[in-house]
């Protein structure tokens, strides 16, 4: 019913920045969130930041003050600004968005902090 592409991944450089997108599209009328999530090999998926309907936002404590949640509404499009990056952000970073009540999950786009 719903599908989520996620880009923007990549090799960086610590302290250095990168924008994820993500692009919904399908029964996407009544979107109550939009989050990102992110798992790292050997570890669970945790919580990085998550948008609501009326633009509310909340971050992991790893996040909070370098990466930014916000969104495209034309574009049907979520984004996560993330600046300062450390080793410790490398993980595939996944988009969770809620329609009615319901869960869904893209595929993911890799992320790799490292000199």
């Known amino acids: 019913q719903v599908q989520l592409v996620e880009s923007g991944g990549g090799l960086v450089q610590p302290g250095g920045s990168l924008r994820l997108s993500c692009a919904a599209s399908g029964s996407i009328f009544s979107i109550s969130a939009v989050g990102w999530y992110r798992q790292a090999p050997g570890k669970q998926r945790e919580f990085v930041a998550r948008i609501r309907s009326g633009g509310s936002t909340n971050y992991a404590d790893s996040a909070k003050g370098r990466f930014t949640i916000s969104r495209d509404n034309a574009k049907n499009t979520v984004y996560l600004q993330m600046n300062s990056l450390k080793p410790e952000d490398t993980a595939k970073y996944y988009c969770?968005?809620?329609?009615?009540?319901?869960?869904?999950w893209g595929k993911g786009t890799l992320v790799t902090v490292s000199s």
């Open positions: 969770n968005v809620v329609v009615d009540e319901t869960n869904y």
